[in-house]
């Protein structure tokens, strides 16, 4: 697969100026502070996972189980991506931040604070664990241009964006950590940007209070 910088070069920078770089005064509306992370109450899930739990999910839908019986990674997080040796963006730059849920059945939904509803601010993934309280992510997002054209007055699409995360959930449950890429591509399947770096995520629960999310 090709990478043509030059030629999306006007489709670039809308999304650079959308997904990546939001100024900090626009990215703390609904506690989606791009400067701190979120302080979430903490839980504490039962880490062990018997024999027995393990040979009980037999069915293909539950292969995903295998090192999560406790279902520790399951809940809604406040989560914040930093970037780390991506081309053009200096190391320690927030990239974006947000809200997800992680569900039992291996799905999840993120809602991004670093990007405009009509760029696109809602996207879903897929999970598995991989170790034990250690996960792989694969998630996609639809990304527009929202820069209005003759031919297209409510923007443009730009095409798919694809994030993968690695993540380690923090022995008492309530935090994780991890790396993440980003790869915007257009309909051809061109790669338009990539973009990379860490991850960090802090539970919410029913006992979490806004003051801590800002």
Known sequence: MKIHLRKYAPALGAFVAALLLVPASQAQCGGINLKTLAGGAAIHPQLAASGSQ??????????????DDDGAIVGFWHVKFISEESTGIPDGTPVDAGYSQ?????????????????????????????????????????AWDPTPTTQSPNGTLLG???????????????????????????????????????????????????????
Not at 127 to 139: D, E, G, I, M, P
Not at 182 to 211: M, W
């Open 54 to 67: 393990l040979a009980r999910y037999g069915s293909p839908a539950d292969q995903y189980r295998g090192w």
């Open 160 to 214: 798919p964006a694809q994030i993968q995360e690695q993540i380690k959930l923090d022995a008492d449950g309530d935090s994780f950590t991890g790396t993440f890429t980003i790869d915007q591509y257009d309909e051809s399947g061109d790669v338009l940007a990539h973009v990379q770096g860490n991850i960090t995520g802090t539970r919410i629960t029913v006992d979490t209070a806004a003051q801590s999310i800002f």
């Open 102 to 142: 992680w569900h039992s059945d291996g799905t999840e939904i993120m809602n991004s604070g670093g990007r405009a509803p009509i760029t696109s601010d809602f996207c879903l993934g897929v999970w598995k664990a991989v170790s034990y309280h250690s996960y792989k992510l694969n998630h996609f997002a639809t």
